[in-house]
C-alpha cells in the first residue's frame, strides 16, 4: 500500500497542479497522512529550482495549518479521532510519551521534534493532547517545519540533483546541528 502510495505522490509531484497537490499533503502529513511531504517536495524543487523559496513557502504554511488540524485532534477528538490515528501507526506509547514530555519541556518538543524523522502528526496530536497553548505552537511549528523545508529548498535551488542524495540521508543531522547552535545561541543570550 505504501509503495503504491509513494508512487502516486511522485506522479502528483510532476503534474501540473502539483502545488496544490503539495498543500494537501503537507497539511495532511502534518496530521494523518503516512509518508512525509519531502517524498513531494524535493521532486518539485529539482523541477522548478526558480520557485524553490516559494515552494517552501508553501509547504511550511500548509504543513503549520495541517499542525493545527493535528492540535485539534489531539486537545478535542483525542478519544474518537487521535486515538485511532495513533492505533493506527502503533504509536500509543510515542504520544503518551510526547505528552508527558509536553508537560516538562513545552515548546522545546515541538523545535526538536520537527526537525526529526519522528512523524509530526505524533508531536501535533500530542500538543494537543496536552493541552499545550496554541500560539507557541503555531510559532514553533513555523520555525521547525520552515528550517526544514528551506533549507531543503536552499540546498537543492543551490546544487540541484547532486545533492539530493545527500540530503535525502543526512538531512536529520543538518537539521539537528541547526537546533543545537540555535539552543546554544539562545542559552549564551540568556547568560549574557
Not at 493506527?88 to 526538536?112: D, N, T, V
Not at 539530493?164 to 538531512?171: A, D, G, S, V
Request: hydrophobic share 60%.
Amino acid at each position: 500500500m505504501l509503495t503504491s502510495l509513494y508512487n502516486r505522490l511522485m506522479a502528483l509531484a510532476a503534474s501540473p497542479r502539483a502545488p496544490f497537490w503539495l498543500i494537501i499533503v503537507a497539511a495532511a502529513e502534518a496530521s494523518i497522512f503516512p509518508i512525509p511531504v519531502d517524498v513531494m517536495l524535493i521532486p518539485m524543487l529539482l523541477a522548478h529550482r526558480e520557485h524553490a523559496l516559494r515552494l517552501a513557502g508553501l509547504c511550511t504554511a500548509a504543513s503549520v495549518a495541517g499542525g493545527i488540524i493535528g492540535w485539534g485532534l489531539g486537545a478535542f477528538l483525542m478519544e474518537h479521532i487521535g486515538a485511532p490515528i495513533a492505533h493506527f501507526y502503533h504509536a500509543e506509547s510515542k504520544i503518551a510519551s510526547l505528552e508527558s514530555l509536553f508537560q516538562h519541556y513545552g515548546i522545546w518538543i515541538i523545535l526538536a521534534k520537527g526537525l526529526t524523522p519522528l512523524p509530526y502528526k505524533f508531536v501535533t496530536i500530542a500538543a494537543g493532547a496536552a493541552h499545550f497553548s496554541l500560539i507557541p505552537f503555531i510559532a514553533a511549528s513555523i520555525i521547525t517545519r520552515g528550517a526544514r523545508f528551506y533549507l531543503e529548498a536552499i540546498l537543492l535551488k543551490l546544487y540541484g540533483e547532486p545533492i539530493r542524495h545527500f540530503i535525502e540521508k543526512r538531512l536529520t543531522i543538518l537539521l539537528l546541528a541547526a537546533l543545537i547552535l540555535i539552543l546554544g545561541g539562545a542559552a549564551l543570550i540568556t547568560l549574557l
